[in-house]
T-cell receptor, first 114, second 115 residues
Framework: GENVEQHPSTLSVQEGDSAVIKCTYSDSASNYFPWYKQELGKGPQLIIDIRSNVGEKKDQRIAVTLNKTAKHFSLHITETQPEDSAVYFCAASSSGGGADGLTFGKGTHLIIQP | DGGITQSPKYLFRKEGQNVTLSCEQNLNHDAMYWYRQDPGQGLRLIYYSQIVNDFQKGDIAEGYSVSREKKESFPLTVTSAQKNPTAFYLC??????????????FGDGTRLSIL
């Protein structure tokens, strides 16, 4: 089955700086890669996703890049703000939107220092 | 408002007892999912259902059971056979098909603890 590795487990950055979280996956058939943000005591919220037919996607301060050859994808957050502090999860699926379920990384605790 | 409602928010189980976690969605989504989250871990898939009266095991189905009698409801039963049930349980749903599958959306979870 699919295996998703996520690094780092904790990331501390100064407010206004950029943050990068990286994930690798094992199943070359995976074609859908969402990123979720989870705040304490809440369910994960989708922040951005990318499908295997594109290499990069951007939404305001958030961008995701995908390298299918190397089987890795990354989340980039620019101009970080205190409200960006949360746990971020990457995931992968071989069915378009995760219809058969998603395989998640173990998460990155992002801390924005004022 | 449309969304996914999980209840209760906190649940306590005695040894040897079965408990059922509720998940209801009013998004008219086709598929529903149950995930388990342990501290410092990612989410792991327990069961999922893409259509009423049908469901499939995920990666960690042992000790759990589900039913899908209605499109909007997907309850999860944690049975006494699940030896380590303390965790945060998350329900999700999504649309299948059309112009492209849509992402999964999550409820706010149920935290289950053992007394």
């Amino acid at each position: 089955g699919e295996n998703v590795e996520q690094h780092p487990s904790t990331l501390s950055v100064q407010e206004g700086d950029s943050a990068v979280i990286k994930c690798t996956y094992s199943d070359s058939a995976s074609n859908y890669f969402p990123w979720y943000k989870q705040e304490l005591g809440k369910g994960p919220q989708l922040i951005i996703d990318i499908r295997s037919n594109v290499g990069e996607k951007k939404d305001q301060r958030i961008a995701v890049t995908l390298n299918k050859t190397a089987k890795h994808f990354s989340l980039h957050i620019t101009e970080t703000q205190p409200e960006d502090s949360a746990v971020y999860f990457c995931a992968a699926s071989s069915s378009g939107g995760g219809a058969d379920g998603l395989t998640f990384g173990k998460g990155t605790h992002l801390i924005i220092q004022p | 408002d449309g969304g996914i409602t999980q209840s209760p928010k906190y649940l306590f189980r005695k040894e040897g007892q079965n408990v059922t976690l509720s998940c209801e969605q009013n998004l008219n989504h086709d598929a529903m999912y149950w995930y388990r989250q342990d501290p410092g871990q990612g989410l792991r898939l327990i069961y999922y259902s893409q259509i009423v009266n049908d469901f499939q095991k995920g990666d960690i189905a042992e000790g759990y059971s589900v039913s899908r009698e209605k499109k909007e409801s997907f309850p999860l039963t944690v049975t006494s056979a699940q030896k380590n049930p303390t965790a945060f349980y998350l329900c999700a749903s999504t649309i299948i098909g059309g112009s492209g599958n849509q992402p999964q959306h999550f409820g706010d979870g149920t935290r289950l603890s053992i007394l």
